[in-house]
Nanobody, 124 residues
Framework: QVQLVESGGGLVQAGGSLRLSCAASGRTASAYAMGWIRQAPGKERECVAGISRSGFTTLYAEAVKGRFTISRDNAKNTVYLQMNSLKPEDTAVYYC?????????????????WGQGTQVTVSS
């Protein structure tokens, strides 16, 4: 089993950037495909990015493609989400999640382990 702790959230103006980090402990993060999932008040959960175990394959939701970049450093057991050109509609709680599969997925229900989340608020 893996434990996940997110950090890096906060308040930023529209057009700004944030970098989220997800530190994994317990079982090594390289044993999991990883993803970032967000949930805004009153909205359904949305997986915005996924990355394979090796880091060679990534997937992005259309809403964030070209603005967000997911990456991982398996030596540090850490996954990142670089968020640029942020918009007010990106405001949400962002969760890091781990999937026992090899390939990345944008299906939130596929993820087996979740962190506690970090709040991202984008002001207009």
């Amino acid at each position: 089993q893996v434990q996940l702790v997110e950090s890096g959230g906060g308040l930023v103006q529209a057009g700004g950037s944030l970098r989220l980090s997800c530190a994994a402990s317990g079982r090594t993060a390289s044993a999991y495909a990883m993803g970032w999932i967000r949930q805004a008040p009153g909205k359904e959960r949305e997986c915005v990015a996924g990355i394979s175990r090796s880091g060679f394959t990534t997937l992005y939701a259309e809403a964030v493609k070209g603005r967000f970049t997911i990456s991982r450093d398996n030596a540090k057991n850490t996954v990142y989400l670089q968020m640029n050109s942020l918009k007010p509609e990106d405001t949400a709680v962002y969760y890091c999640a781990a999937d026992l599969g090899h390939s990345p997925t944008l299906r939130s229900e596929a993820y087996d382990f979740w962190g506690q989340g970090t709040q991202v608020t984008v002001s207009s």
